[in-house]
Structures are given as structure tokens and as C-alpha cells.
């Protein structure tokens, strides 16, 4: 999936949707890294773009969050 889509994917989610996927990007991560330090990971970019899909779900529910504590403010 292009970076445009998944970002506006990321933006159009619900929270509970975005929970699920911080999950699977989690399980990613881990099988990514298990298998760099088994040398079976043959695209080693893949665990930099899996911990920006990270940081990029993250950010958008720290921003809903916020938004959510200004609304009840």
C-alpha cells in the first residue's frame, strides 16, 4: 500500500479499528525482529517502516485524544 493511502486509511479509522492495527504492526515488529537475529529477514527496511506505521497510528490517536479532552473541557 502506497504512503498516501495508508496514511489517509489511518485518518479515516475508527479508534478501534487503529487499536487493532497498532496491535498487528506490534506482532509484525516482533516477528521482523525475530527474524533479523535468525538472518531470515531479507528486507532489513522493513522494520523502520513497520515502527513508523507505529508511530504514525499512535500519533493519530494521541491527537483524537486530545481533541476528545479540549471537546469535554
Known amino acids: 500500500m502506497k504512503l ?4 489517509k486509511q489511518i485518518r479515516q479509522s475508527s479508534t478501534a479499528e487503529l ?3 497498532l496491535e498487528e504492526e506490534r506482532k509484525n515488529l516482533f516477528i ?3 527474524d533479523s537475529a535468525t538472518k531470515q529477514l531479507e528486507n532489513p ?6 515502527r ?4 504514525r497510528i499512535l500519533t493519530v490517536l494521541r491527537e483524537r485524544e486530545l481533541e476528545t479532552a479540549e471537546a469535554g473541557s
Not at 4 to 7: D, S
Not at 45 to 50: A, S, V
Not at 52 to 55: F, G
Open 32 to 34: 521482523s525482529r525475530r
Open 52 to 55: 513508523k506505521n507505529i508511530a
Open 4 to 7: 498516501a493511502q495508508y496514511r
Open 19 to 21: 487499536q487493532r492495527m
Open 45 to 50: 527496511r522493513k522494520i523502520r517502516d513497520i
